[in-house]
């Protein structure tokens, strides 16, 4: 299990990432879309910031589950990295369990009534004076705490692998 599940959900993950890189080539047709409009036409649009504002954020947010993976995430590792595999994998799993998981969990569990209501009430951005939906760009940041937390446990397993691997050559 501590084999299957990091490889089922880091190509879940890798997948993901491969949908989401497109985000960056619309938000750059939108700007440059917008850019046009208002500097030669000279009539700029009513949306496009609030769209570029949307695709960037999914972009961002959808994104922190392969930054997981891929090890992307900025580290103070000046212990850290003069550490065994072993004492590594270690601290990893204690502050997956007592910081990480416990964190992203609170937030899902705040996540979901907050999305749930601004879909009840086809909540609009009320700084625009576009007002597009906004619950479509809260969903977004559920799921990508949803996957953050998928591939929190693909971390987990792959560190208890090790942890359990060394144990195993230890005994032996």
Same mark, same amino acid.
């Given at each position: 299990m501590l084999t299957i599940i990091p490889r089922v959900i880091d190509s879940l993950t890798g997948r993901i990432a491969e949908l989401v890189k497109w985000i960056v =080539? =619309?938000?750059a047709l939108v700007n440059c879309y917008e850019v046009v409009m208002r500097y030669v036409f000279g009539r700029p649009t009513v949306w496009a910031y609030d769209v570029s504002y949307m695709l960037g954020g999914s972009f961002f947010v959808l994104g922190i589950g392969y930054a997981l993976l891929t090890k992307a995430h900025v580290r103070v590792d000046v212990v850290y990295v003069h550490w065994s595999q072993k004492t590594r994998a270690l601290a990893d799993v204690l502050l997956s369990l007592f910081? +990480? +998981?416990p964190a992203f969990s609170v937030?899902?569990?705040? =996540?979901? @009534?907050w999305v749930i209501r601004s879909?009840?009430?086809k909540e609009k951005a009320s700084?625009?004076?576009? =007002? @597009?939906p906004i619950y479509p760009l809260k969903t977004i940041i559920l799921i990508a705490v949803v996957l953050l937390l998928l591939q929190g446990v693909s971390e987990l397993c792959k560190d208890l692998k090790v942890l359990?691997? #060394? #144990?195993e050559e230890t005994a032996e």
């Open positions: =080539l =619309l938000l910081l +990480f +998981f937030l899902l569990y705040k =996540l979901v @009534p879909w009840e009430r700084g625009s004076f576009w =007002l @597009p359990t691997a #060394k #144990k």
